[in-house]
T-cell receptor
Framework: ELKVEQNPLFLSMQEGKNYTIYCNYS?????LYWYRQDPGKSLESLFV?????AVKQEGRLMASLDTKARLSTLHITAAVHDLSATYFC?????????????FGTGTRLQVTL | DAGITQSPRYKITETGRQVTLMCHQT?????MFWYRQDLGHGLRLIYY???????DKGEVPDGYVVSRSKTENFPLTLESATRSQTSVYFC??????????FGAGTRLSVL
């Protein structure tokens, strides 16, 4: 059974600080996604990482993938309040008739002044 | 461009009632998915469909039924609702190996 673990589950950080969210998964996959969810809203795709060593950056967020270590990171640089949300990683595994996502439990990020 | 439409957005029902949650897409994506989101569990896959008339179980299918007679619709039915099915339900679609796009969600309360 595929397990996807994120840590921390909750992160309170001050504006301007840097931090990293970790996503570990238990089986081989070469495709990993990061999603953002605002309270009461749907999920918005942030990044898709397709191969070992992949790095994607958008604004203050940077995601990376190490398939050998089965680890992805989401690094936040100089956090701002607008980044407050819950972040999910999701691992893509093919079985049955489709490739399917298994989600981590999410990291709730709160950026304070 | 409506994309994915879920209805209703909010639903309150009683235990034992049958409830159907609707998901409609305008993109003609092949794949459609139903997830439930509960605190502490992230999103868990209930059922998915690779094409019309092809459906398959996900991680937590018990108590749910799906059908897909048309590409654009993927209804999820709770045949006899239980309190443990109180959750937020998300429908998602994708085409090929592309990213999944999520609907706005349906918040279901079973009393």
């Amino acid at each position: 059974e595929l397990k996807v673990e994120q840590n921390p589950l909750f992160l309170s950080m001050q504006e301007g600080k840097n931090y990293t969210i970790y996503c570990n998964y238990s089986t081989t996959s070469d495709r990993l996604y990061w999603y953002r969810q605002d309270p009461g809203k749907s999920l918005e795709s942030l990044f898709v990482l397709l191969s070992n060593g992949a790095v994607k950056q958008e604004g203050r967020l940077m995601a990376s993938l190490d398939t050998k270590a089965r680890l992805s990171t989401l690094h936040i640089t100089a956090a701002v309040h607008d980044l407050s949300a819950t972040y999910f990683c999701a691992v893509d595994i093919r079985s049955g008739t489709a490739s399917k996502l298994t989600f981590g439990t999410g990291t709730r990020l709160q950026v304070t002044l | 461009d409506a994309g994915i439409t879920q209805s209703p957005r909010y639903k309150i029902t009683e235990t034992g009632r049958q409830v159907t949650l609707m998901c409609h897409q305008t993109w003609s994506h092949s794949y459609m998915f139903w997830y439930r989101q509960d605190l502490g569990h992230g999103l868990r896959l209930i059922y998915y469909s690779a094409a019309a008339d092809i459906t398959d179980k996900g991680e937590v299918p018990d108590g749910y039924v799906v059908s897909r007679s048309k590409t654009e619709n993927f209804p999820l039915t709770l045949e006899s609702a239980t309190r443990s099915q109180t959750s937020v339900y998300f429908c998602a679609t994708k085409e090929g190996k592309n990213i999944q796009y999520f609907g706005a969600g349906t918040r279901l309360s079973v009393l």
